[in-house]
Structure formats: structure tokens, C-alpha cells
Nanobody, 123 residues
Framework: QVQLVESGGGLVQAGGSLRLTCVAS????????MAWFRQAPGKEREFVAQ????????DGANSVKGRFTISRDNAKNTVYLQMNSLKPEDTAVYYC????????????????WGQGTQVTVSS
């Protein structure tokens, strides 16, 4: 019932910024909690940030605390990840995901996934 498409990745120097966008299809977008995960080569998928159905509650991983901000616009079926003060260790493929209200930080709790967008941060 939900299809997700990410965009906005690219190459940026350390200390720079990027904004990732995830556009969802489906008429029930506002019923899902949304999240961003990332995966670097040879590593398991890692939680980055999540946002509640209404956008009133957000949660982020300690590794991105104070640097990344997740937001959503339900009228546009869109979720964003604003990434500031980027570091080389942020380099990964970033995925958006949709799940139930209590999906939390576990990737296995999310039902729908985008194809990912590459973020590369040079030192």
C-alpha cells in the first residue's frame, strides 16, 4: 500500500549539508511512523532517526544527535532528513522506511522501504 522513493544524496565535503527527501505513494501516509536508516559497505543497517504519525515526536541516534533533523509534511506525503555538519563516517546508503506507530529503532519492525540514496562525505 506504500511505495517510497528517496532522493537528495550526493557528494559533499566534511562539514557540509544535504537534505534527503522521501516521497510516498498511498492515501494512508499519515497513519505510518517514518524513519531513516543507513547502511555502509560491510555493515548492518543502522537506525538514524524516526518521526511519529503527526510529526509531533522525533527520535534520533546518538551518532547524529544535534546534526540531523527529521521532519514530515503529510499534505505532500513527504519525509525529510536535514543533515548538517556531515562527517566521513556518515557515508552510507540512506533508506526511508514506513511502519506502525511503535516501530521504534528496529529495522525489522518496518514494513515498507525505499531503494536508497547514496551519501558520500569526503574528508
Amino acid at each position: 500500500q506504500v511505495q517510497l522513493v528517496e532522493s537528495g544524496g550526493g557528494l559533499v565535503q566534511a562539514g557540509g549539508s544535504l537534505r534527503l527527501t522521501c516521497v510516498a505513494s498511498g492515501r494512508t501516509f499519515s497513519l505510518y511512523a517514518m524513519a531513516w536508516f543507513r547502511q555502509a559497505p560491510g555493515k548492518e543497517r543502522e537506525f538514524v532517526a524516526q518521526i511519529s504519525q503527526s510529526g509531533g515526536t522525533t527520535d534520533g541516534a546518538n551518532s547524529v544527535k544535534g546534526r540531523f533533523t527529521i521532519s514530515r509534511d503529510n499534505a505532500k506525503n513527504t519525509v525529510y532528513l536535514q543533515m548538517n555538519s556531515l562527517k566521513p563516517e556518515d557515508t552510507a546508503v540512506y533508506y526511508c522506511a514506513a511502519g506502525g506507530a511503535l516501530s521504534g529503532r528496529l529495522s525489522s519492525n518496518y514494513n515498507y522501504w525505499g531503494q536508497g540514496t547514496q551519501v558520500t562525505v569526503s574528508s
